[in-house]
C-alpha cells in the first residue's frame, strides 16, 4: 500500500541555517503530496502542497518539489528562525482517493537555537 | 471563510468513564471529516472518517466509535475509557477530497 517515509529526528540547526528535511514516498499513480507544520500544543497546519510531477510548493519561504522520478518531496528553507521550531510532517494523498484520506509520514521534530 | 472547532480544549477523565468530543465545522457543506490520535511524540494515527451524514468507516479496531449526527457536526465517543486512550485528538475536514484542515485538538488525559 501507500506510504510515506520522513527522515529521523529531531533535527537541530543554528538560526540563519539551512534546512532540509527529506521524505519519500511510495504510490501508485500520481499522488498529491503535502507539508504539514504542527506547533506545539496546536493542531496541523497546512504549509505547502503539490499536485503533480515537478510541481513546486512554497511558503513562508519553504519549498518542495514534487519528484516522481525519485518519488521525494523534501522540504526546504534557506535560512531557519527560532520560531520554525516545530514538527514537521510529509503527507501524500492518493491520485485515485475520493475519501480525500492522507497518509501521513512519522514526523521530523525541527530545533532552531539562537 | 472556513472554520473548525473542537471542545473541550483539554479533559482528564478517569479509567472505566465515558468520552464524548465533538467537532463542528462552519463555512462549508458536506465536507469530508476524520478523527485522529496522536500519542505523546508520535505520529497521527486516522480513527474514523465520513463522507456524510450517518456514514462512519473505522480505520482501527478499538474501543472508540464516531457518529455524525449532522453535516457538519462529527462526534468521538466512548462507552468506557482505557489508560492507552489518552492522547492529543484532532479533527480535521476536507471538501472535494482536497488538502485537510485540520482543529486545534483535545488534549486527553486518563488517570
Known amino acids: 500500500g501507500d506510504s510515506v517515509t520522513q527522515m529521523e529526528g529531531p533535527v537541530t540547526l543554528s538560526e540563519e541555517a539551512f534546512l532540509t528535511i527529506n521524505c519519500t514516498y511510495t504510490a501508485t499513480g500520481y499522488p498529491s503530496l503535502f507539508w504539514y507544520v504542527q506547533y506545539p500544543g496546536e493542531g496541523l497546519q497546512l504549509l505547502l502542497k503539490?499536485?503533480?510531477?515537478?510541481d513546486k510548493g512554497s511558503n513562508k519561504g519553504f519549498e518542495a518539489t514534487y519528484r516522481k522520478e525519485t518519488t521525494s518531496f523534501h522540504l526546504e528553507k534557506g535560512s531557519v528562525q527560532v520560531s520554525d521550531s516545530a514538527v514537521y510532517f510529509c503527507?501524500?494523498?492518493?491520485?485515485?482517493?475520493?475519501?480525500?484520506?492522507?497518509?501521513f509520514g512519522q514526523g521530523t521534530t525541527l530545533q532552531v537555537k539562537p | 471563510s472556513q472554520t473548525i472547532h473542537q471542545w473541550p480544549a483539554t479533559l482528564v477523565q478517569p479509567v472505566g468513564s465515558p468520552l464524548s468530543l465533538e467537532c463542528t465545522v462552519e463555512g462549508t457543506s458536506n465536507p469530508n471529516l476524520y478523527w485522529y490520535r496522536q500519542a505523546a511524540g508520535r505520529g497521527l494515527q486516522l480513527l474514523f472518517y465520513s463522507v456524510g451524514i450517518g456514514q462512519i468507516s473505522s480505520e482501527v479496531p478499538q474501543n472508540l466509535s464516531a457518529s455524525r449526527p449532522q453535516d457538519r457536526q462529527f462526534i468521538l465517543s466512548s462507552k468506557k475509557l482505557l489508560l492507552s486512550d489518552s492522547g492529543f485528538y484532532l479533527c480535521?475536514?476536507?471538501?472535494?477530497?482536497?488538502?485537510?484542515?485540520f482543529g486545534p485538538g483535545t488534549r486527553l488525559t486518563v488517570t
Open positions: 503539490a499536485t503533480k510531477a515537478d
Open positions: 503527507a501524500l494523498r492518493s491520485g485515485s482517493s475520493n475519501t480525500g484520506k492522507l497518509i
Open positions: 480535521a475536514w476536507t471538501r472535494q477530497a482536497r488538502e485537510q484542515y
